[in-house]
């Protein structure tokens, strides 16, 4: 198994573009979230999905979108890129149950000039 | 709400030492914990957690917390610090109601000097 994949790696925007971060997991688990991290802040919720067809909004949920049409699959777009959204991305899926861990991606570390 | 204060950003020990990361919590429903570790460039893992069974949880590399509920704590502890416990360590509690969410500390980075 992969796990949860995210991609790219890195990625480096000017302000007013938007691009897609990509996440995939191979574990049938109907729980996903996206996470930005930022120094001296933790970990913030952005959106999740407790299944496909299913989204909601999390903390931090303005200037992103989500959908999911798959179980395997949760990207998240960013509409229009601001210097604010600069920060360490994380995907991360579980089987949503609240004692269950959760397993993350990489990162994806984005830079918006 | 539920939430989760982590006492200090940067915790730095000698090798062989004591390892003690604070972590409180606020929460209206009985908790679940958690303790997820960050090693530098790489996504965070689970450590160890706490579902309402045994209050003392062990969890991987030697790291163990204890859940007290009179002082709404689950601080973490190792008994001797190793080189590679270097790294930023994170403490969270899932809500429950209406959906799963898990609400994450702002993180402690933890220093093992040799």
Same mark, same amino acid.
């Given at each position: 198994? %992969?796990?949860?994949?995210?991609?790219?790696?890195?990625? /480096?925007?000017?302000?007013?573009?938007?691009?897609?971060?990509?996440? %995939?997991?191979?574990?049938?688990?109907?729980?996903?979230?996206?996470?930005?991290?930022?120094? $001296?802040? $933790? =970990?913030?919720?952005?959106?999740?999905?407790? *299944? %496909?067809?299913?989204?909601?909004? *999390?903390? /931090?949920?303005?200037?992103?979108? /989500?959908?999911?049409?798959?179980?395997?699959?949760?990207? =998240?777009?960013?509409?229009? @890129? @601001?210097?604010?959204?600069?920060? /360490?991305?994380?995907? @991360?899926?579980?089987?949503?149950?609240?004692?269950?861990?959760?397993?993350? *991606?990489? *990162?994806?570390? =984005?830079?918006?000039? | 709400?539920q939430?989760v204060?982590?006492?200090? !950003?940067?915790?730095?020990?000698?090798? +062989?030492?004591?390892?003690?990361?604070?972590?409180?919590?606020?929460?209206?429903?009985?908790?679940?914990?958690?303790?997820?570790?960050?090693?530098?460039?790489?996504?965070?893992?689970?450590?160890?957690?706490?579902? !309402?069974?045994?209050?003392?949880?062990? +969890?991987?590399?030697?790291?163990?917390?204890?859940?007290?509920?009179?002082?709404?704590?689950?601080?973490?502890?190792?008994? !001797?610090?190793?080189?590679?416990?270097?790294?930023?360590?994170?403490?969270?509690v899932?809500?429950?109601?209406?959906?799963?969410?898990t609400i994450?500390?702002? +993180?402690?980075?933890?220093?093992?000097?040799?």
């Amino acid at each position: 198994n %992969a796990g949860v994949t995210q991609t790219p790696k890195f990625q /480096v925007l000017k302000t007013g573009q938007s691009m897609t971060l990509q996440c %995939a997991q191979d574990m049938n688990h109907e729980y996903m979230s996206w996470y930005r991290q930022d120094p $001296g802040m $933790g =970990l913030r919720l952005i959106h999740y999905s407790v *299944g %496909a067809g299913i989204t909601d909004q *999390g903390e /931090v949920p303005n200037g992103y979108n /989500v959908s999911r049409s798959t179980t395997e699959d949760f990207p =998240l777009r960013l509409l229009s @890129a @601001a210097p604010s959204q600069t920060s /360490v991305y994380f995907c @991360a899926s579980s089987t949503g149950y609240r004692t269950d861990t959760q397993y993350f *991606g990489p *990162g994806t570390r =984005l830079t918006v000039l | 709400a539920q939430s989760v204060t982590q006492l200090g !950003s940067h915790v730095s020990v000698s090798e +062989g030492a004591l390892v003690l990361l604070r972590c409180n919590y606020s929460s209206s429903v009985p908790p679940y914990l958690f303790w997820y570790v960050q090693y530098p460039n790489q996504g965070l893992q689970l450590l160890l957690k706490y579902t !309402s069974a045994a209050t003392l949880v062990k +969890g991987i590399n030697g790291f163990e917390a204890e859940f007290k509920k009179s002082e709404t704590s689950f601080h973490l502890t190792k008994p !001797s610090a190793h080189m590679s416990d270097a790294a930023e360590y994170f403490c969270a509690v899932s809500e429950g109601t209406g959906g799963f969410k898990t609400i994450f500390g702002a +993180g402690t980075r933890l220093f093992v000097k040799a």
